[in-house]
């Protein structure tokens, strides 16, 4: 299937053509035009002004807007306004059917294979061989540096994977999905790296994102966000949400552990990447419901598990669901936070209370309740999430709180109430001592 991506420094081009630029007296069928364009509203079968029309464009709008960040009012109003006239990437957002916005997307096409080669048929007349060729080639690294895929750059007669070429075709990059993987830029505009011109690496970043198979973001700052990446990303930084993407097409053999924040997002971290993904939970569950009482992991066979209310939803090693079965007996308290230690060794906490949970029978163990203030000390009550971290350590979140677990001397080791897990966990341990 045909991608356009399309990027303009000064005003929007779409498919080659100037179009009005948007006031919020712009006449409605531009506006439907552009909702159309990026995936908002259906093709309508008429554009006239009429009640359906009305409600059609006040939806698509809506949606817009919440998959966007903006107030959601269904109106022209001058932050759409604002955000519609920004540059941006001319390929489709992919919003959920309700609306609700979808962080990264993939499963636009796949390669079947993990090692591609890239050929430059046709370099530019702006910028020097040397440049484009070490500009792509850290484009490319953007990706493979974090994913299971090898991407070369080939030269001579034989056919490449990915074709780029630098033409003159009125629309700033052209790519496609796999497996056809096709890169055109328009050698009319005014590239460069680094100065005052296009800037040819992030932008080229975003389009092997695409080549790759990755739709769009709607998570502000991360590569695959639509809005001007130039601008927005200049160094081509991948965001965990980013992270989430490639790997979810490319990923490494990993460990994996989750954890759940605010209920419908989830926390992943893994022992290669660390923060992997902050995200809603639906992108990557199908089929989840909102707002899950408590979840773990196996480790035995990384199938994921959710309580909700009275029943557990099974997950495999994929992701996909498996089963969903009714638990047989009533927990002391509501689920709060559960964690894995071994396929046999289950934990689920209350608000006060923690007990273990037997996977085959469905139903708490015989005699394992306990207070979490005598079982697991140093441990407030009412936390959030907890993630079990082989071999002996747990981490309990409490709002912006963490404390580490020590599960042999059964202590707290390091957290507690003035720990920031924000500043502190997420950053400094996730990220720079797991990489």
């Not at 370099?123 to 070369?152: E, F, G, P």
Request: charged fraction near 25%; include cysteine.
């Amino acid at each position: 299937m045909k991608l356009i991506i399309l990027f303009q420094t000064f005003s929007l081009l779409i498919h080659g053509q100037h179009v009005k630029r948007f006031t919020r007296s712009t006449d409605k069928t531009n506006v439907n035009d552009f909702l159309q364009k990026f995936g908002y509203m259906p093709r309508l079968r008429s554009l006239k002004t009429s009640n359906t029309s009305d409600e059609s464009t006040s939806y698509a709008l809506r949606t817009f807007q919440e998959y966007n960040h903006l107030p959601v009012t269904g109106e022209l109003d001058d932050k759409t306004v604002k955000l519609m006239n920004t540059p941006r990437c001319g390929m489709q957002d992919k919003p959920t059917p309700h609306g609700m916005p979808l962080a990264f997307s993939a499963g636009n096409g796949d390669w079947g294979k993990k090692y591609l080669t890239y050929k430059i048929s046709k370099s530019s007349t702006k910028v020097t061989a040397d440049t484009i060729r070490s500009t792509i080639a850290r484009s490319v690294a953007v990706w493979t540096s974090v994913a299971d895929i090898t991407i070369t750059e080939i030269t001579g007669a034989a056919a490449a994977d990915i074709d780029i070429r630098f033409e003159f075709g009125g629309i700033v990059t052209h790519a496609w999905y796999p497996p056809d993987g096709r890169l055109h830029f328009d050698d009319a505009e005014a590239w460069d790296v680094g100065g005052n011109g296009a800037d040819l690496f992030p932008i080229c970043a975003h389009a092997v994102g695409h080549i790759l198979g990755l739709g769009h973001s709607n998570v502000p700052g991360s590569m695959m966000y639509p809005w001007d990446p130039a601008t927005g990303n200049p160094a081509a930084v991948l965001s965990p949400d980013d992270l989430a993407g490639i790997q979810s097409s490319f990923a490494p053999a990993m460990d994996m552990t989750i954890a759940f924040v605010e209920d419908v997002y989830v926390f992943v971290i893994d022992d290669d990447v660390g923060l992997r993904r902050i995200t809603r939970t639906e992108s990557i569950f199908s089929g989840i419901f909102y707002n899950p009482d408590a979840a773990f992991t196996n480790p035995k066979t990384s199938y994921t598990y959710f309580i909700k209310g009275k029943y557990v939803y099974e997950f495999d090693y994929n992701l996909d669901p498996v089963s969903r079965n009714m638990i047989t007996e009533d927990f002391p308290e509501d689920p709060h936070a559960a964690f894995a230690r071994s396929e046999n060794e289950i934990y689920i906490f209350g608000a006060t209370k923690v007990w273990k949970f037997d996977l085959q029978t469905k139903s708490v163990v015989p005699g394992s309740e306990s207070l979490i203030k005598d079982a697991f000390k140093g441990v407030p009550d009412d936390i959030d999430a907890a993630i079990y971290d082989k071999p002996n350590r747990v981490y309990f979140f409490k709002e912006l709180s963490y404390y580490v677990y020590d599960l042999e001397t059964n202590s707290v080791t390091e957290g507690g109430p003035e720990y920031d897990a924000p500043a502190t966990f997420l950053q400094d341990k996730c990220i720079s001592d797991d990489q």
